[in-house]
């Protein structure tokens, strides 16, 4: 098949420092092009993603994050481009793309939403339903709108590129570890809290960009650091992997419907446990008391830590390997774009 994809113009593909979204869209390009596909990804010039790739934004441009005027020109020239390439079906990644490709009657086309189905987007994908295949990454998502589904695909990564740590710390001895956003409902101050209560070390490993991200790590994260809690800021791939292998557990006491958390799935793929809150996609990727622990309320969290040691790393690996791989991930893909496409041409037949 010929497959246009399309990337958001906010961040390279793949991500120098955080980027879930562009992470999964390198893997899923790359994933393609082994499969035999071809593929054309509209991204950011500075991308360095190794397969085939047009731009009109030169540089990836976080912050006018959400300028609607960017996208849409990032979106406009993005079409073109992959309509005079001879896209057989288009995988937008995008906003305001989904709704723009509406114009193009005759050219199948699915998004993926990564976020969660809030108010404001579950009105954007209800009214393009009907034309885009709207693909959800977790069932949990899924089942917390109205708006029809066209499939539902768990993210996947190369797990070669993820060496098994032993889990033993570095220097400075064991540590748990905290990777994500530093923002409120993805839980740095309850990881801190926990650590801090059973005197264990954590590695806070954010990213933080907007003032209300500033804000809460000045305010509520950065009086919890100490000798034993430390705050490192956003790392890139390698700083991920080595953090990540290194850890005894991943701390992941998120207090919101979490769409999916691909940091769990990172985590697994090094050998290492995942200890989170019952909440959002985490019951669809952690296995309890096999990969990790699942926890219902920060009392039993902390309560539980103790079980970490007996979760066997190696089945970690092995959960990584079966369930969350880019081969998996990309047959997902390529079956919905199979069933898009032909369902296209017999309604126009």
């Known amino acids: 098949m010929r497959i246009g994809i399309v990337s958001p113009p906010w961040v390279p593909v793949p991500p120098t420092g955080y980027g879930g979204t562009e992470a999964v869209i390198d893997r899923l390009a790359r994933g393609l092009v082994a499969a035999g596909h071809d593929v054309l990804l509209w991204c950011t010039g500075d991308s360095t993603c190794p397969v085939p790739r047009g731009h009109v934004v030169a540089e990836a441009d976080g912050e006018h994050m959400g300028f609607d005027a960017i996208e849409l020109h990032h979106v406009i020239r993005g079409y073109e481009a992959l309509l005079e390439w001879g896209a057989e079906i288009v995988h937008d990644h995008t906003l305001i793309g989904p709704v723009y490709s509406r114009r193009f009657t005759r050219l199948p086309v699915v998004t993926t939403n990564h976020g969660p189905f809030n108010a404001v987007l579950s009105d954007l994908y209800r009214v393009i339903a009907d034309d885009v295949g709207v693909i959800a990454i977790s069932h949990d998502q899924a089942a917390r709108t109205v708006v029809p589904i066209a499939a539902v695909i768990h993210h996947g990564l190369d797990v070669d590129r993820f060496p098994v740590g032993d889990g033993t710390g570095d220097a400075e001895g064991p540590y748990l570890a905290y990777l994500g956003r530093m923002a409120p409902e993805k839980g740095a101050r309850r990881a801190a809290l926990a650590a801090g209560r059973v005197g264990a070390r954590l590695i806070i490993a954010a ?24 705050f490192i800021g956003e790392i890139g791939p390698d700083e991920r992997v080595a953090l990540l292998g290194g850890a005894t557990a991943l701390l992941n006491p998120i207090a919101w419907p979490e769409p999916f958390g691909l940091a769990m799935i990172e985590a697994l793929a090094c050998g290492t446990p ?27 969290l902390v309560r539980r830590l ?44």
């Open 274 to 300: 995942v200890v989170a809150l019952r909440a959002g996609s985490a019951a669809e990727l952690i296995d309890d008391g096999v990969t990790g622990l699942l926890c219902d309320d920060m009392e039993q």
């Open 306 to 349: 103790g079980e970490v040691a007996h979760i066997d790393r190696r089945r970690c690996r092995e959960e990584a390997e079966r369930r969350f791989t880019t081969e998996r991930m990309v047959a997902d893909h390529v079956a919905v774009y199979e069933r898009i496409v032909r369902e296209r041409q017999g309604s126009a037949a």
């Open 207 to 230: 990213k933080m960009q907007d003032r209300a991200e500033h804000r809460f790590f000045h305010d509520e994260v950065e009086p919890l650091l100490d000798d034993r809690i430390t």
